[in-house]
T-cell receptor
Framework: GAVVSQHPSRVICKSGTSVKIECRSL??????MFWYRQFPKQSLMLMAT?????????EQGVEKDKFLINHASLTLSTLTVTSAHPEDSSFYIC????????????FGPGTRLLVL | KNEVEQSPQNLTAQEGEFITINCSYS?????LHWLQQHPGGGIVSLFM???GKKKHGRLIATINIQEKHSSLHITASHPRDSAVYIC?????????????FGKGTHLIIQP
């Protein structure tokens, strides 16, 4: 099956720093990538949808200037949490979708972010 | 926006028992997904359904489009099945949006 990787798997940073999370589709071209966030004991929530070569579409309540998304190629999307604060501590998961199989999403393993 | 409800929220059962997890949603969908999330957080996609029934090993997923309801069944449950099972849907309209998720069912299978 299709493989999606995320890096790093875990990151601890100081408040005020920026953190970049990478999401890669390893064996297919991902025309669309999704970024989700999961707070403890809560369901996953969609943050933004990114299509290769165009600006990301953010869900209501997600600050686009704080969560910078770049989808520069068909195999890589990055999420940068700028000026991270403790309330940004969460589990961030990406998923990727191909043009051919529009409704199949392949999930990355997730990145656990802890902001001190 | 779709509302996805799962039941039960928590389920503890003995090894070997037949397990059923239910999912209902509020508006039409193009596809429904069953996902498995392990304690470390990683998510595995188990099924994607738009109609009928699918089977993979000991797992069976069914969907009733008219009733807006899906069930995930586990036969001959085993402690390694312990995980959070999440139902998620693509709203109708070509799946342009990301998924809407239920809150998950925390399943524990005791030996």
């Amino acid at each position: 099956g299709a493989v999606v990787s995320q890096h790093p798997s875990r990151v601890i940073c100081k408040s005020g720093t920026s953190v970049k999370i990478e999401c890669r589709s390893l064996d297919f071209q991902a025309t669309t990538m999704f970024w989700y966030r999961q707070f403890p004991k809560q369901s996953l929530m969609l943050m933004a949808t990114s299509n290769e070569g165009s600006k990301a579409t953010y869900e209501q309540g997600v600050e686009k200037d704080k969560f910078l998304i770049n989808h520069a190629s068909l195999t890589l999307s990055t999420l940068t949490v700028t000026s991270a604060h403790p309330e940004d501590s969460s589990f961030y998961i990406c998923s990727a979708r191909t043009l051919r199989l529009q409704e199949t999403q392949y999930f990355g393993p997730g990145t656990r972010l802890l902001v001190l | 926006k779709n509302e996805v409800e799962q039941s039960p929220q928590n389920l503890t059962a003995q090894e070997g028992e037949f397990i059923t997890i239910n999912c209902s949603y509020s508006v039409g969908i193009s596809a429904l997904h069953w996902l498995q999330q392990h304690p470390g957080g990683g998510i595995v996609s188990l099924f994607m359904l738009s109609s009928g029934k699918k089977k993979h090993g000991r797992l069976i997923a069914t969907i009733n489009i008219q009733e807006k309801h899906s069930s995930l069944h586990i036969t001959a449950s085993h402690p390694r099945d312990s995980a959070v099972y999440i139902c998620a849907v693509n709203d109708s309209g070509g799946g342009a949006d990301g998924l809407t998720f239920g809150k998950g069912t925390h399943l524990i299978i005791q030996p």
